[in-house]
């Protein structure tokens, strides 16, 4: 069982041709509205990844709390920890190049009631050997309560540095797995690495330490983790991204599935990197998620 504990959003999504510079003005070519947020995102996926999960988080009370929970809904997630907060939905506006790169600004409103006091309550109703996903997408005292009532329980928690904070390198100290991309891991081992050698020298640094596992995704390069002192790679597929948001929470969510299968780290690596890849090909976060008959097939 897979409880993510995280944000729920409606993202506003414009494409334009070239990304706007500080300043400037960019004429758009599309608008449309998608659901979205990491935690939202990521439940999906694991959901979508053929798991039972629950969504913990939070909505408004506006037009925008419903059309945000209905894909994860549809898909059978469990909702009934999602709360009615007094702030509005939370909203990501969100601006996509031709070549897939975007931009991202993000309005917590909803997400930014959760407390510690609702982390415990989450983890209370979950199980040892249960997996706990997590992001910074809400408050950072709600996440590290969580993370230290999971280690308390034996849940097994995966933790995301996106969106990147001050707190992210001292909340991923508290985590069994932790996963970045390249520059959110050069953060959180405070060695810029130079070179693919150098970040498998910085893994092997922090693993050493820590015993903790690390994953760091690679966009196109694929996915380099360290895991019971052994390094692992592996790629995706090779594709013509169309839009890249929501690549790295399909990927946390099916490596989340994956492990909740029983796959091997290996495996559960592979099978999320495909995933992430297959979600560059359509539009919007929750969208372009693939269905794990599609991954497996691909794979």
Do not use: C
């Given at each position: 069982?897979?409880?993510v504990f995280g944000?729920?959003?409606?993202?506003l999504i414009a494409t334009t041709t070239e990304l706007p510079k500080p300043g400037e003005t960019v004429p758009g070519q599309t608008f449309s509205t998608a659901a979205g947020g990491k935690g939202a995102n990521q439940a999906l996926a694991a959901r979508r990844g053929g798991s039972r999960v629950k969504m913990s988080g939070a909505v408004g009370s506006d037009t925008f709390a419903q059309p945000a929970l209905a894909l994860l809904d549809d898909a059978g997630t469990d909702l009934s920890s999602v709360l009615k907060a007094s702030e509005p939905t939370g909203t990501a506006l969100i601006l996509v190049g031709s070549n897939g790169e975007n931009m991202i600004a993000v309005i917590p409103g909803a997400n930014g009631t959760i407390?510690?006091?609702e982390a415990v309550k989450t983890i209370g109703a979950m199980s040892a050997g249960d997996i706990l996903m997590l992001q910074l997408e809400i408050p950072a005292i709600a996440v590290e309560a969580a993370l230290k009532a999971a280690r308390e329980k034996g849940v097994t928690t995966i933790f995301n540095t996106a969106p990147f904070t001050q707190d992210a390198?001292?909340?991923s100290t508290l985590a069994d797995i932790v996963v970045a991309?390249?520059?959110e891991f050069d953060l959180v081992s405070g060695e810029p690495a130079s070179s693919a050698e150098a970040r498998i020298a910085a893994l092997r640094k922090l693993h050493s330490q820590s015993g903790q596992t690390f994953v760091v995704t690679l966009g196109g390069d694929g996915v380099v983790?360290?895991?019971?002192g052994e390094i692992l790679k592996t790629k995706g597929l090779t594709i013509e991204p169309v839009d890249t948001v929501g690549a790295g929470d399909t990927f946390c969510g099916y490596l989340a599935a994956s492990l909740?299968?029983?796959?091997t780290f290996a495996q559960a690596l592979r099978r999320a990197a495909v995933a992430g890849s297959l979600a560059c090909l359509a539009r919007g976060a929750q969208p372009s998620i693939p269905l794990a008959e599609a991954v497996d097939q691909a794979i």
């Open positions: 069982m897979i409880t944000s729920i959003n409606m993202d407390t510690a006091d390198v001292r909340l991309n390249e520059t983790a360290i895991r019971d909740d299968q029983g796959l």
